[in-house]
């Protein structure tokens, strides 16, 4: 079986990252910054092993400067 791979980043694109194989850690969070946060009552996040994670290059929008 292949090795699942998750792709994200921030909503304004200037963070992008790549995390292979399985979770470490799932957590639903419903912490007053959380909710703030996000706009919704709870927030799903999920935690990989340092070695399965890294920071990938930027290929995401720029913005123009007036």
Do not use: Q
């Not at 919704?40 to 399965?52: E, I, K, L, Q, Y």
């Amino acid at each position: 079986m292949a090795a699942s791979i998750v792709l994200g980043g921030c909503l304004c694109g200037a963070v992008r990252y790549e995390a292979t194989g399985e979770p470490h850690n799932i957590t639903h969070c419903h912490c007053a910054d959380c909710r703030k946060s996000s706009g919704a009552p709870f927030v799903t996040w999920a935690s990989f092993r340092r070695r399965n994670f890294r920071f990938t290059p930027r290929y995401a929008r720029t913005r123009n400067k007036k």
